[in-house]
Every structure is written in C-alpha cells, then in structure tokens.
C-alpha cells in the first residue's frame, strides 16, 4: 500500500505558475510509475503528465505540452509538476497516482494507475 499526498495548489492568476508536489509514503518509491490528472465537477478525470519508474522517460497531455513539466526526486519520494502559462480553464482538482507494474513504461490513463491521492484543488483565476 502506498500513501501519496499532494501540496502545492491554491489560487493563481491566469498566465501564472504553481508546482505541484506528491509526497509518497514508501520505501520502495522507485518501484513506482508516477503520474498526475485533473478533475473538474461532473467530468472525467483526465491525465495530465506521467514520469517512469526511473524517470527516464515522461509524457503529457498535449494541452499541457511546453507548459507544464513531471519530474521526481527519488531521494524526497517526490513528484513534481510544475505549471506555467496557467489558463482560467485549468481550474481542477489535481491528483498524483502511482503503479506498481515494475516497469520502463509511462502510463496514461485512469485505469493504469493502483493508487490516488485525495487531490490539491487549483484555481486560475481569469
């Protein structure tokens, strides 16, 4: 079982930045594919950026491509996402999720990933 707890989010202006943080309770962090989607009310949660277990290799959204940015701290058992170029649309709830597959991949959708965080809401106000 793995305990992930996000941080980091709050109210920005549009056109502003905020980095994400998801702290996961593990000795064996490296184990783990990471990833981060987002939720707004009454739609589906949607993947945003994902990093392999080793962090070699990452994916995003293309919405989100040269904005926003998935990296981890194996050290600290953290991911990160940093945003910029925030857009007023972007106002979600922010979840980071981790699998357990042991594997190079990076994973895209909902169903891939075996645990969740309880969400850090983000608000882009326009």
């Known amino acids: 079982q793995v305990m992930l707890v996000e941080s980091g989010g709050g109210v920005v202006q549009a056109g502003g930045s905020l980095r994400l943080s998801c702290s996961a309770s593990t000795y064996t962090f490296t184990n783990y594919a990471m990833g981060w989607f987002r939720q707004a009310p009454g739609k589906e949660r949607e993947f945003v950026a994902a990093?392999?277990?080793?962090?070699?290799?990452?994916d995003d959204a293309g919405s989100v491509e040269g904005r926003f940015t998935i990296s981890r701290d194996d050290a600290k058992n953290t991911v990160y996402l940093q945003m910029s170029s925030l857009k007023h649309e972007e106002t979600d709830v922010y979840y980071c999720?981790?699998?357990?597959?042991?594997?190079?991949?990076?994973?895209?959708?909902?169903?891939?990933?075996?645990?969740w965080g309880q969400g850090t809401q983000v608000t882009v106000s326009s």
């Open positions: 990093i392999s277990r080793i962090g070699g290799s990452t």
């Open positions: 999720a981790a699998d357990r597959r042991y594997t190079d991949s990076v994973y895209t959708r909902r169903t891939d990933y075996d645990y």
